[in-house]
Nanobody
């Protein structure tokens, strides 16, 4: 079992930055690929980014490439999502996820989900 707790969400103006954190406890964190998904009311949940267990592989949705960076510190059992140049359309609840197998961009690949953190970008 892996428990995930997100933090770092909030309200920011367009063009600003936020860094989300995902603190993990439980199973060996370094064995898990960690990702971020987001969801807004009335829309399907969408993949944002993911990072492999060692941090050597990263995956990004096209709409965040060049703006968001995913990273992890296995010594601290924590993953991060640095979000720069935020846009109003980035407004969503962001969920941290963890899993070992499957496609990085598929929510079915992740067994563990955090409770989510709200990110609101004002225009």
């Amino acid at each position: 079992q892996v428990q995930l707790v997100e933090s770092g969400g909030g309200l920011v103006q367009a063009g600003g930055s936020l860094r989300l954190s995902c603190a993990a406890s439980g199973r060996i964190f370094s064995n898990q690929r960690v990702g971020w998904f987001r969801q807004t009311p009335g829309k399907e949940r969408e993949f944002v980014a993911a990072i492999g267990g060692s941090g050597g592989s990263t995956y990004y949705a096209d709409f965040v490439k060049g703006r968001f960076t995913i990273s992890r510190d296995n010594a601290k059992n924590t993953a991060y999502l640095q979000m720069n140049s935020l846009k109003p359309e980035d407004t969503a609840v962001y969920y941290c996820v963890a899993g070992r197998w499957g496609l990085a961009y598929s929510d079915a690949s992740y067994n563990y989900w955090g409770q989510g953190t709200q990110v609101t970008v004002s225009s």
